[in-house]
């Protein structure tokens, strides 16, 4: 129990880290390059992240299935090594081969010089997933904590040093996707010693395969909810203005980020305390539950109370979003929260059916609702509550139709 309290400590610190360096990356690169080139890096940096988060996936499973074994005592080669490799090779080849598809619109006026950047980028965030996952099964908070840092820091000091020099954007670019896998060489060289040999996984080369298509199929949904959001709203927003659109996804985004970004950086890490404690996982589950809805109720009426003037600080200008959105914004941030959770919790179960369609279910509900012919902020709003409590229904159904056996595991525990 110690050792789970004290890897929540250190992923929460080393994610805050990471989180103000990525900022200040942002930050770092706007004023060096001017808006109209950052429009380009910021579409560069909206690609990547979009399959990196599509590929967390892969960590969730990876997750899930590692155990710790002694050394010498695994008699085939590392399964997770092989099946690292695989992908990385697979995210790459795709990426290239099907760049003609789609990099005239989506890379305008740069074109294939970014392409390359991305694959490499890509392709080590598949060797990264893999070894996060690993140590994650394992437990090394430590060494998680340093990964977790360790490439932004790297980012952040490449391009502050580039963009003395150059303000080129595929130079950026590049300078982006290296610390990728540099914080691999990194990390590697600093932990072989007490890793190798140290792990194994719970299933074969094709279930490994399935379970992560499934997992990386609830990622995709998961982004869809989450850094795919503003995308989908430019795409339902056409008759708005830019004004009154732009100032609803900087709305949404500075709202929805503190549970959100702060619950999935701690999925991998429920999935291992789901895992380890299971004939209490239910109520381990209650807990975070409560945890986030008591958050989310302190948010939400702070942002009734405080949040337009806040927000006119902020931006510096009259905002036209009222605080009962921006409570709406907030409570729809504790429902996907949750649903991170009792994803961790369907993942940890191996119910990697039931884990995918909550989130595919939420995916689509958002959709769906979203070009519903109704006032614009209304259907924002209506969306961005629907749709994860869409995804709940299915994790929760699921829940509530085994909790039979669940408590029947609760006594024998009580028992012993």
Same mark, same amino acid.
């Given at each position: 129990?110690?050792?789970?309290?004290?890897?929540?400590?250190?992923?929460?610190?080393?994610?805050?880290?990471?989180?103000?360096?990525?900022?200040?990356?942002?930050?770092?690169?706007?004023?060096?390059?001017?808006?109209?080139?950052?429009?380009?890096?910021?579409?560069?940096?909206?690609?990547?992240?979009?399959?990196?988060?599509?590929?967390?996936?892969?960590?969730?499973?990876?997750?899930?299935?590692?155990?710790?074994?002694?050394?010498?005592?695994?008699?085939?080669?590392?399964?997770?090594?092989?099946?690292?490799?695989?992908?990385?090779?697979?995210?790459?080849?795709?990426?290239?081969?099907?760049?003609?598809?789609?990099?005239?619109?989506?890379?305008?006026?740069?074109?294939?010089?970014?392409?390359?950047?991305?694959?490499?980028?890509?392709?080590?965030?598949?060797?990264?997933?893999?070894?996060?996952?690993?140590?994650?099964?394992?437990?090394?908070?430590?060494?998680?904590?340093?990964?977790?840092?360790?490439?932004?820091? @790297?980012? /952040?000091?490449?391009? +502050? !040093?580039?963009?003395?020099? $150059?303000?080129? &954007?595929?130079? *950026?670019? #590049?300078?982006?996707?290296?610390?990728?896998?540099?914080?691999?060489?990194?990390?590697?060289?600093?932990?072989?010693?007490?890793?190798?040999?140290?792990?194994?996984?719970?299933?074969?080369?094709?279930?490994?395969?399935?379970?992560?298509?499934?997992?990386?199929?609830?990622?995709?949904?998961?982004?869809?909810?989450?850094?795919?959001?503003?995308?989908?709203?430019?795409?339902?927003?056409?008759?708005?203005?830019?004004?009154?659109?732009?100032?609803?996804?900087?709305?949404?985004?500075?709202?929805?980020?503190?549970?959100?970004?702060?619950?999935?950086?701690?999925?991998?890490?429920?999935?291992?305390?789901?895992?380890?404690?299971?004939?209490?996982?239910?109520? @381990?589950? /209650?807990?975070?539950? +409560? !945890?986030?809805?008591?958050? $989310?109720?302190? &948010?939400?009426? *702070?942002? #009734?109370?405080?949040?337009?003037?806040?927000?006119?600080?902020?931006?510096?200008?009259?905002?036209?979003?009222?605080?009962?959105?921006?409570?709406?914004?907030?409570?729809?941030?504790?429902?996907?929260?949750?649903?991170?959770?009792?994803?961790?919790?369907?993942?940890?179960?191996?119910?990697?059916?039931?884990?995918?369609?909550?989130?595919?279910?939420?995916?689509?509900?958002?959709?769906?609702?979203?070009?519903?012919?109704?006032?614009?902020?209304?259907?924002?709003?209506?969306?961005?509550?629907?749709?994860?409590?869409?995804?709940?229904?299915?994790?929760?159904?699921?829940?509530?139709?085994?909790?039979?056996?669940?408590?029947?595991?609760?006594?024998?525990?009580?028992?012993?």
């Amino acid at each position: 129990m110690t050792r789970l309290r004290n890897g929540f400590s250190v992923i929460i610190g080393a994610t805050v880290v990471a989180g103000i360096v990525g900022y200040l990356v942002t930050l770092l690169v706007y004023r060096g390059v001017g808006p109209s080139s950052y429009a380009l890096y910021a579409v560069f940096w909206a690609a990547l992240y979009l399959i990196i988060g599509a590929l967390s996936g892969i960590q969730q499973e990876v997750t899930r299935a590692t155990r710790e074994i002694e050394p010498g005592t695994r008699l085939h080669a590392s399964p997770a090594r092989n099946f690292a490799v695989a992908m990385a090779l697979v995210v790459f080849v795709v990426i290239v081969g099907t760049a003609p598809l789609w990099v005239g619109s989506v890379f305008r006026d740069v074109g294939w010089p970014l392409v390359f950047p991305l694959a490499v980028a890509a392709a080590s965030y598949a060797l990264v997933a893999v070894l996060a996952g690993s140590l994650f099964g394992l437990s090394r908070w430590g060494s998680l904590a340093f990964m977790i840092v360790v490439d932004p820091i @790297l980012r /952040l000091a490449f391009l +502050g !040093i580039g963009l003395l020099f $150059t303000d080129d &954007l595929v130079v *950026l670019a #590049w300078l982006t996707a290296l610390p990728f896998p540099l914080s691999i060489v990194i990390l590697w060289a600093v932990i072989r010693r007490r890793f190798v040999g140290r792990t194994d996984l719970d299933v074969g080369p094709k279930a490994l395969v399935w379970n992560s298509a499934r997992t990386v199929l609830a990622a995709t949904a998961t982004g869809v909810l989450v850094s795919g959001f503003p995308l989908l709203l430019g795409l339902v927003s056409h008759s708005e203005s830019s004004d009154r659109v732009g100032e609803l996804i900087f709305t949404i985004t500075l709202t929805r980020a503190p549970l959100i970004v702060t619950v999935m950086s701690l999925q991998s890490y429920f999935v291992v305390k789901f895992r380890e404690r299971a004939k209490q996982a239910s109520r @381990l589950l /209650l807990s975070v539950i +409560g !945890i986030v809805a008591a958050a $989310t109720v302190v &948010l939400a009426a *702070l942002g #009734w109370w405080l949040g337009p003037a806040v927000f006119e600080w902020v931006s510096g200008r009259p905002v036209m979003i009222d605080g009962g959105l921006i409570a709406i914004l907030v409570a729809s941030s504790g429902l996907v929260a949750v649903l991170c959770a009792t994803a961790a919790a369907m993942l940890a179960r191996s119910q990697h059916f039931v884990y995918s369609m909550g989130w595919v279910v939420a995916a689509l509900a958002t959709i769906v609702v979203l070009v519903l012919p109704m006032e614009f902020l209304p259907r924002v709003a209506l969306a961005l509550v629907v749709g994860p409590a869409a995804g709940l229904v299915v994790h929760v159904t699921w829940l509530l139709a085994n909790r039979r056996s669940t408590a029947v595991e609760l006594e024998g525990e009580v028992a012993r």
